[in-house]
């Protein structure tokens, strides 16, 4: 269906999949594609690759506001952004190419174990706010390997990846909550530009559904961002793992019913 045809329903859900995506970002320092790519599958009747391209270029402009606003505040760590965005680049272009040799099915399971992983690692960790992020060579490796892994699930699920890193952030290096989520919606902005790039390559992109939804999502980052100030640590965790286990019941149910003959 070309665009000029397109009804105002396929638009306005567009549109209210950005501004979810847009909140959702801000306040968890995820690129908004843990929630972007179940509602385009469900409200925009995208497939899962499509829906995971889209998302990704939605997350570029989302990723850029939403960590300006929390290094606004003094809540990102540059140098840990810097190195954990390294090895994100490299994965990026490995999920993108991943992408493009996966069932549709395998893929949807993977992302459906994803976040169901994420989730329980979520309720097992208690954050604390004001931790900092010590710089060690072992660290140096360890935000490496995170970044490669972040990257990787960029580009194969689109949703930036910031799902991996906060919880590691949080959990194994012990960072503030809040610090973790400003570094990880950093590392998504070079992130998302390349994996975005290799699917624009591959002309696997609605560009116009895209920006529709990345300028929507723009505009919500910000009052995410404050959001994530006034709430408590723990509450903020507990959200999210609610999250991805809805997120991750709506996706099987999906599936499961693309199963059927």
Do not use: C
Request: net charge positive; no cysteine.
């Amino acid at each position: 269906m070309s665009a000029a045809v397109r009804p105002a329903r396929y638009w306005s859900a567009l549109v209210v999949t950005g501004l979810i995506g847009g909140v959702l970002s801000g306040l968890f320092g995820v690129g908004g594609g843990i929630v972007m790519v179940p509602l385009l599958l469900t409200l925009v009747r995208m497939d899962q690759r499509q829906a995971a391209t889209t998302s990704l270029a939605a997350i570029v402009p989302t990723s850029i506001v939403g960590s300006l606003s929390y290094l606004a505040a003094g809540h990102i760590d540059l140098v840990a952004g810097a190195i954990i965005a390294a090895g994100a680049v490299a994965g990026t272009v490995i999920g993108s190419n991943l992408l493009r040799r996966i069932p549709l099915v395998w893929l949807r399971w993977l992302f459906i174990l994803l976040l169901l992983v994420v989730a329980a690692r979520m309720v097992m960790v208690e954050p604390e706010r004001g931790g900092a992020l010590e710089l060690t060579w072992i660290v140096v490796l360890g935000y490496l390997a995170l970044g490669l892994v972040m990257g990787i699930a960029s580009g194969l699920f689109g949703i930036g990846g910031g799902v991996i890193a906060v919880p590691a952030l949080v959990a194994v290096i012990g960072v503030s909550d809040l610090t973790a989520k400003g570094t990880s919606l950093l590392v998504l902005v070079p992130t998302s530009i390349v994996g975005t790039i290799a699917n624009l390559r591959a002309r696997q992109v609605d560009l116009r559904a895209g920006i529709v939804v990345g300028v929507a999502a723009t505009v919500a980052a910000m009052p995410g961002v404050a959001l994530a100030v006034l709430i408590p640590p723990r509450l903020s965790s507990v959200l999210f793992a609610l999250l991805l286990l809805v997120a991750a019941a709506q996706l099987s149910i999906a599936t499961l019913r693309a199963l059927r003959p």
